[in-house]
């Protein structure tokens, strides 16, 4: 008998994240029949968060792609301000949705995540710093980009921007920044519809 084949997943963890940020997301994920592995260059599908988007690969043929929450389009905010923006109104979100104990504890993480590996911190923040404002070009089958309502990282993009490169398209959402790590079960539906479509 054969068993059904398994989708994978492979994600790029952006600014302060890693595999224990990422924990309900990849729980979800295994539960939908995906299986989470670790070389993006080996996986069916691509999920990137925050500044994740950097360390996407170019040659992607093939692959389905989700951008969540990009850092590009931050008119008017240094990246310092912009993060204490972002925290502020992650906050402000969890205290409406009821999820502050989770929101706490992704934070304590990212804290860990962020003095745990300094360098690997600078190098990401130096990035985003340099960093343009077009996405990053590859040959996916499929590019879904997902930007959050007055996210105050990624809430500026405009729809043109990212349709402006087939296969991209453009995923309005109501969450904060990172909310696929505290409400994951939106982001995998879209996974699914993007890898089924």
Same mark, same amino acid.
């Given at each position: 008998m054969t068993?059904k084949?398994?989708p994978?997943v492979?994600?790029?963890?952006?600014?302060?994240e890693g595999p224990l940020v990422?924990k309900?997301?990849?729980?979800?994920l295994?539960?939908?029949?995906?299986?989470v592995i670790t070389?993006?260059?080996?996986?069916?599908?691509? /999920?990137t968060h925050?500044g994740?988007?950097y360390y996407?690969?170019? +040659? @992607?043929?093939?692959?389905t792609?989700?951008i !969540?929450?990009?850092?590009?389009?931050?008119f008017?905010d240094?990246?310092?301000?912009g993060?204490l923006?972002k925290i502020?109104?992650e906050a402000?979100?969890?205290i409406?949705?009821?999820h502050?104990?989770?929101?706490?504890?992704k934070a304590?993480?990212?804290?860990?995540?962020?003095?745990?590996d300094v360098?690997?911190? /600078?190098?990401m923040?130096?990035?985003?710093?340099?960093a343009?404002? +077009? @996405?990053?070009l590859?040959n996916?089958k499929? !590019?879904g980009?997902?930007?959050?309502?007055?996210d105050a990282?990624?809430g500026?993009i405009?729809k043109?921007?990212?349709?402006?490169?087939?296969?991209?398209c453009?995923?309005s959402?109501?969450?904060?920044h990172?909310?696929i790590?505290?409400?994951?079960k939106d982001?995998v539906a879209v996974?699914q519809?993007l890898?089924?479509?």
């Amino acid at each position: 008998m054969t068993a059904k084949y398994r989708p994978t997943v492979a994600i790029i963890y952006g600014f302060a994240e890693g595999p224990l940020v990422g924990k309900y997301f990849r729980r979800l994920l295994h539960q939908k029949g995906f299986r989470v592995i670790t070389d993006p260059q080996e996986a069916d599908i691509i /999920v990137t968060h925050s500044g994740g988007v950097y360390y996407l690969p170019q +040659d @992607l043929q093939g692959k389905t792609v989700l951008i !969540v929450a990009p850092t590009y389009w931050r008119f008017g905010d240094s990246l310092i301000k912009g993060g204490l923006s972002k925290i502020r109104q992650e906050a402000q979100h969890a205290i409406k949705k009821h999820h502050l104990r989770r929101w706490f504890e992704k934070a304590y993480i990212n804290t860990m995540y962020v003095f745990g590996d300094v360098p690997a911190s /600078v190098r990401m923040f130096q990035t985003a710093k340099i960093a343009g404002k +077009d @996405l990053p070009l590859c040959n996916a089958k499929r !590019v879904g980009v997902i930007s959050h309502h007055n996210d105050a990282w990624s809430g500026y993009i405009q729809k043109v921007a990212v349709e402006k490169y087939l296969p991209y398209c453009l995923i309005s959402h109501a969450g904060s920044h990172d909310d696929i790590w505290i409400h994951p079960k939106d982001y995998v539906a879209v996974i699914q519809y993007l890898y089924e479509s």
